[in-house]
């Protein structure tokens, strides 16, 4: 078969996988089983109560990251197709997810690249879709959210936020739809014509063509096209040494980093799950169970 014709094929799968995917309707409950499975059905709010972080020493901070199981208004909604062609290529326990954001607090204000707007990477409050462009075609009654950690130091803490701030305050940096393609005909390679211990986060085979480049010192030289889930994993790359040493040791792509793909990433730990409109009653709910966040969410 030529690659045009495989492409082809490939770009009909995942339009079909879409399709049907969506239409199914378990997927609401995907996220929350992957989650704990033992949580009774419905819960609107589960927070972890087997966190395997160590105590904070001094000079140690968490990165947060949001991921989503976003439910749209309207189901034909092109972005609905494209989440069911992701969500049939999961590999193993992993959430039902399909949109990532970062922050460096628990507060309803997370950084998010997606369409729309003069800022594409922007602000995403769970409590208000309304203000945001991607957001506003979401349920948030039926939305759910994953919220996740990783314990990084000071310094990166540090570099990682002014990094992304940076990147918030630029009208260069641009959400590029084709990537989805890229790391949907990737994902379903993945799914069902990969090696069982090949599909493995850490294991994959990544085109050869792609680098995975440092941000260059002087500035001259930034990338600036993404997908939510690549300029996450591009950031923590940048800043955080762990995550770049392990992502140099298994030859990992960043540009190849789907959602699910962020809570693989060694040393993150899920934190909390709810609805989108509950995020904030998580959120505190999540406090109070572990006090050593509370400066991560004041009153």
């Not at 992957?34 to 609107?44: I, R, V």
């Not at 979401?138 to 314990?151: G, H």
């Not at 990147?167 to 799914?191: C, E, G, H, L, V």
Request: net charge negative; glycine share 6%.
């Amino acid at each position: 078969m030529s690659k045009t014709k495989t492409k082809s094929f490939l770009f009909s799968s995942i339009i079909l996988a879409g399709i049907l995917f969506s239409g199914c309707k378990t997927t609401r409950t995907v996220t929350q089983r992957a989650f704990d499975p033992e949580a009774p059905a419905g819960s609107s709010v589960i927070v972890s109560d087997d966190l395997e972080f160590s105590e904070t020493g001094s000079g140690e901070k968490y990165i947060f990251f949001r991921l989503y199981n976003p439910i749209y208004r309207n189901p034909l909604y092109i972005a609905n197709i494209l989440k069911g062609g992701i969500g049939s290529t999961r590999i193993g326990n992993v959430p039902e997810v399909s949109h990532a954001s970062i922050n460096f607090d628990l507060e309803d204000d997370f950084y998010g690249l997606s369409l729309g707007e003069e800022h594409e990477l922007k602000i995403e409050e769970c409590l208000n879709p309304e203000g945001n462009a991607y957001m506003i075609h979401c349920n948030p009654d039926k939305s759910e959210q994953v919220t996740y950690a990783l314990k990084v130091t000071q310094e990166e803490f540090d570099n990682a936020k002014e990094f992304v701030e940076r990147y918030a305050a630029s009208t260069d940096i641009k959400y590029a739809s084709m990537y989805n393609f890229n790391i949907a005909f990737f994902s379903i390679k993945r799914k069902f014509f990969t090696s069982k211990e090949r599909k493995k986060f850490g294991n994959l085979k990544y085109p050869k063509s792609k680098k995975t480049n440092l941000v260059d010192p002087t500035g001259e030289k930034v990338e600036n096209n993404f997908v939510c889930s690549t300029f996450v994993a591009y950031t923590l790359y940048n800043n955080v040494e762990s995550v770049r040493e392990y992502f140099d040791e298994h030859k990992i792509k960043y540009d190849y980093v789907n959602v699910a793909d962020v809570s693989e990433i060694p040393g993150v730990e899920p934190l909390f799950y709810s609805k989108w409109t509950n995020y904030l009653e998580a959120a505190h709910a999540f406090v109070e169970e572990y006090p050593e966040f509370e400066e991560y969410l004041p009153e």
